[in-house]
């Protein structure tokens, strides 16, 4: 079992910025990659972005390159959402999830995702 529990969530102006954090416990050692996913209201929940825990290789959806990045520190078992420039359209609850899978290539779907958080709300306003 992976426990993930997101914090940094809030608040804040559009063209502002927030960086979330998810910390991993328990066996994290099954885990190969750590990705992000948001809910906005009324809406299906979307991938955002992903990392893999060794090497680092990064993946983001289009919606976010150039605003929102994600990183990792391994010793603290910890992977970030820095994000920049927050529009309206970016208010959602935002997950955090562990994949145990190597499936890299598809990285952005939910199945790929073994161990999800219990989500932290962005609320960004105009």
């Known amino acids: 079992q992976v426990q993930l529990v997101e914090s940094g969530g809030g608040l804040v102006q559009a063209g502002g910025s927030l960086r979330l954090s998810c910390a991993a416990s328990?066996?994290?050692?099954?885990?190969?990659?750590m990705g992000w996913f948001r809910q906005a209201p009324g809406k299906e929940r979307e991938f955002v972005a992903a990392?893999?825990?060794?090497?680092?290789?990064?993946y983001r959806a289009d919606s976010v390159k150039g605003r929102f990045t994600i990183s990792r520190d391994n010793a603290k078992n910890t992977v970030y959402l820095q994000m920049n420039s927050l529009k309206p359209e970016n208010t959602a609850v935002y997950y955090c999830?562990?994949?145990?899978?190597?499936?890299?290539?598809?990285?952005?779907?939910?199945?790929?995702?073994?161990?999800w958080g219990q989500g932290t709300q962005v609320t960004v306003s105009s």
């Open positions: 990392i893999r825990w060794s090497g680092g290789n990064m």
């Open positions: 999830a562990a994949a145990s899978s190597t499936g890299w290539r598809t990285i952005s779907a939910e199945y790929e995702y073994d161990y």
């Open positions: 328990g066996r994290t050692s099954s885990s190969y990659a």
